[in-house]
């Protein structure tokens, strides 16, 4: 199959969108492996945390998988802070987004509002309210945003802690991103 030769959208043709999407399926197909290298330069920045973010990520991931929770709750929690590098004050959001195709939408909810549940435990020394997070108490994922804050994010800070090494998690990372995207599905329906 050429290579698309056109300068703009309006002069591509059939052939150039199928060549384009076979390129996009295999580039998306090493998407997990981006994400897994992405997480590892969280490696030695603490930013005067107890432990690094690195750390931080495979010690809730290994406190949810502890407690038994399901495999895409587990890789959310393992992925939760991955946007702290390119956006530090809104890296729930970013996180979310990267996931928002292969997760359900309670998780997807609870990534993008892990930042404001989170300030429940600290909020208040910085002159903040705690509560802030009261004004979703009516959304249905409340109470599972409540408990992965308060089981594994706020709790995954113990240098001491027998964290999994990355390598246990892989595998789930790559189920999950290996999953027909629900985006996908919803188009298709």
């Keep these: 199959m050429p290579a698309p030769t056109f300068t703009c959208f309006t002069e591509a043709r059939a052939e150039d969108w199928l060549a384009i999407e076979k390129h996009c399926d295999e580039y998306e197909r090493g998407l ?8 590892q330069t969280l490696k030695g920045n603490a930013l005067g945390f107890p432990v690094d973010r690195y750390e931080h990520s495979l ?3 290994t406190r949810a998988l502890r407690d038994g929770e399901d495999e895409e709750t587990v890789v959310c929690a393992l992925l939760h802070d991955i946007g702290d590098d390119l956006a ?3 890296h729930g ?4 987004a990267i996931l928002k195709p292969y997760i359900s939408a309670e998780n997807h909810w609870m990534l993008a509002k892990h930042a404001i549940f989170q300030g429940y435990y600290f909020f208040h020394h910085l002159g903040r309210d705690r509560h802030e ?10 109470e599972r945003t409540t408990r992965f804050c308060e089981r594994w994010d706020q709790a ?3 240098p001491d802690y027998d964290t999994l090494p990355l390598e246990a998690f ?6 999950i991103f290996a999953r027909p995207s629900y985006a996908g599905a ?4």
């Design 170 to 175: 892989e595998p789930m990372v790559r189920r």
């Design 93 to 96: 959001e970013l996180a979310a």
């Design 59 to 61: 010690q809730a991931a």
């Design 156 to 158: 995954a800070f113990d």
């Design 186 to 189: 919803k188009a298709a329906a």
């Design 32 to 39: 997990a492996d981006r994400v897994l290298a992405h997480l």
């Design 133 to 142: 997070r009261d004004k979703y108490r009516d959304h249905p994922a409340f």
């Design 88 to 90: 530090p004050y809104n």
